[in-house]
């Protein structure tokens, strides 16, 4: 995603990323990134907490209007309301990133990958 | 409050503790480009463009027959879609922490509708965006993050934003 901000914000358009993984986006590079201290999946605030989204969306808009260069990272002020033992807990053995499926269903997409690559069709 | 989550870190010793030798690459660059605001925001059209793989629920076995189709690819939603009508396939994200139950939370298209009709955003382009994860960067910069643009010109569209899951 960090790669499309980037060529729409060399070809003129504006963006901002809304995102959880500040480090991925930040070593990538991208002109506005608005972080949110959640679990992957929810950088545009806590699933149904509408009030919440609202204002996370309205920091990503005033983003777009105060950055006066690239780089510009702001943190909404929000706390996973669960603790933050996820974040130990996120990619150990206690809990696996993907499950069975999930891991057979990225493998498969894997190999599918490069057996067009061969073929010279993606 | 503690720290963010060092996800570079966290994902290469995972992944070499499966046996995975070689480390991901994650895209780096030095140079970061940047288009300030030519306008106010309340005359702005917007759209999104998002790798939480949304999809209509109408249309969820369709998606699947081509597989091929998955990998990489740009595919747009039509932005008067209610958000109850969309779901999300998206297996990369923390399920044990959360879920992707409530679509807003990751490709906020209420939201967008609301600070419309607040006057804060001019327009929500005709489209919104998903773009399949390519396992290639220099796919995605060549094919993927160029479709994005053209679509976005075609539509007129001003501002982006873009959420990874």
Known sequence: MSLVARHLEANGIATVVMACAKD???????????????PLGNPCGEPFNVEQQRKIFSMALDLLESARAPRTTVQTPFIWPHGDKWKELFMSEAQPFLDEKATENWQRAKEEYRKLKKEGKV | MSSYVRYIDKTREYYLAQGYETPYRWAHFDEVPFTPLKKPLSECCITIASTSDVALKSEQNKSDENGHKLIGNVYEIPSDVKATDLFSKQEHYDRHATNLDDVNAYFPVTRLHEFVVRG??????????????????????????????????????????????
Do not use: H
């Open chain 1, 24 to 38: 991925i986006v930040e070593y990538c590079g991208v002109p506005r990134l608005l972080f949110t201290d959640f």
């Open chain 2, 120 to 165: 804060r955003l001019g327009s929500v382009a005709p489209y919104l965006y998903g773009v399949y994860t390519a396992y290639s960067q220099k796919r995605t910069l060549e094919i993927d993050a160029p479709e994005v643009l053209k679509r976005c010109r075609e539509n007129n569209v001003d501002v982006a934003v873009l959420t990874p899951v």
